[in-house]
């Protein structure tokens, strides 16, 4: 029948006493417990940790740090609160669109648009810096 679906792909990934997690929820946490993870380590000055993880062309490129092509979304250092602000305004974006695009794409079309638009952006940021640091 018609705008019936019995996939898997489209039911929450698991609940939460009433409430669905669906991947986008799941997405929304990790980042904002990567943010309260790397505050701490700021606070206990342990922020090399974090330069670590975070992009570097370079470190990429002659370092083999290849993590860093995937751990750069998870690294959101705050340097003022206008940057705290900010990263609330896309976590809300994150989870009031991210839920929409994942109910009309699906659980697994959705994790794969999101490792497209996770990995892309460093691929080719990692090939502009063949010719200059980024």
């Given at each position: 029948m018609f705008g019936v679906t019995t996939s898997d792909d489209y039911?929450?990934?698991?609940?939460?006493?009433?409430?669905p997690l669906d991947v986008t929820t799941m997405l929304v946490i990790s980042h904002v417990a990567a943010m309260v993870l790397g505050c701490f380590l700021l606070a206990c000055g342990w922020g090399r940790f974090l330069s670590w993880l975070m992009f570097d062309s370079q470190a990429v490129l002659h370092?083999?740090?290849y993590h860093q092509l995937l751990t750069y979304a998870f690294v959101h250092p705050p340097s003022s609160p206008s940057d705290l602000i900010w990263f609330a305004v896309e976590m809300y974006m994150l989870f009031a669109f991210g839920r929409e695009?994942?109910?009309?794409?699906?659980r697994n079309a959705f994790l794969c648009?999101?490792?497209i638009l996770l990995i892309g952006p460093s691929l080719v940021l990692t090939i502009w810096g063949l010719n200059q640091p980024v």
């Open positions: 039911r929450p990934v698991a609940w939460m006493g009433r409430y370092g083999h740090a695009v994942e109910r009309f794409l699906g648009l999101y490792g």
